[in-house]
């Protein structure tokens, strides 16, 4: 089972330069989050998509927009990448509501924005 | 506002020592809390949840948490700990809605000692 599949796992970018994140889910889930995590400030909601069709923002959604392609993946994109923008990134799914459900975390991916 | 803290930035234990790492929380609604541990490059995986019933909870890897509502606390337990337990921690809150408005902390990093 692959469960969440996030493409690439290490990134290096200039400032201004632009790029996407990838992220598929292969459990039929709903919703679908991209998260950023920065030490000491744990996990931080950038966006997410409720389901096929939706998306909407979480706490810091400032330089980032996504696109939820269809019920599997759940792009993340950096029109003009900046330093700020440095951090790990994670994708994961869930289905709708926190009861009976989980959240999926995948690997990360590591940005780094000179 | 809403907030998860956790109060060690880094623990270190020696192998077959017991464990707690804290958890303190500000919620307005009863919220469902959780454990995440994330290791080395990997993503987030959950320990354990609490909902509702008994306040001590069971998780995986022999891990267990405590909810004590009248402190704001859920801290998680292990009576021995292995060297394969060291990893960063997380505490969560949420409501009952969704994994959208989850809560992270910012993290416990638990080193073990031989």
């Known amino acids: 089972n692959a469960g969440v599949t996030q493409t690439p796992k290490f990134q290096v970018l200039k400032t201004g330069q632009s790029m996407t994140l990838q992220c598929a889910q292969d459990?039929?889930?709903?919703?679908m989050y991209w998260y950023r995590q920065d030490p000491g400030m744990g996990l931080r909601l950038i966006y997410y998509?409720?389901?096929?069709?939706?998306?909407d923002k979480g706490e810091v959604p400032n330089g980032y927009n996504v696109s939820r392609l269809n019920k599997r993946e759940f792009s993340l994109r950096l029109e003009s990448a900046a330093p700020s923008q440095t951090s790990v990134y994670f994708c994961?799914?869930?289905?709708?509501?926190?009861?009976?459900?989980?959240?999926?975390f995948g690997e990360g991916s590591w940005l780094t924005v000179v | 506002a809403q907030s998860v803290t956790q109060p060690d930035i880094h623990i270190t234990v020696s192998e077959g020592a017991s464990l707690e790492l804290r958890c303190n929380y500000s919620?307005?609604?009863?919220?469902?809390l959780f454990w995440y541990v994330q290791s080395p490059g990997q993503g987030l995986q959950l320990l354990l949840k609490?909902?509702?019933?008994?306040?001590l909870v069971q998780g995986i890897k022999g891990f267990e948490a405590e909810f004590k509502r009248s402190q704001s606390s859920f801290n998680l337990r292990k009576p021995s700990v292995h060297w394969s337990d060291a990893a960063e921690y997380f505490c969560?809150?949420?409501?009952?809605?969704?994994?959208?408005?989850?809560?992270f902390g910012a993290g416990t990093r638990l080193a073990v000692h031989p």
């Open positions: 994961a799914s869930s289905d709708q509501g926190i009861s009976g459900n989980t959240i999926y």
């Open positions: 459990m039929n889930h709903n919703s």
């Open positions: 998509s409720a389901s096929e069709g939706t998306t």
């Open positions: 919620y307005g609604a009863t919220p469902y």
């Open positions: 609490y909902f509702s019933g008994d306040t």
């Open positions: 969560a809150v949420g409501p009952s809605g969704g994994y959208n408005k989850l809560i």
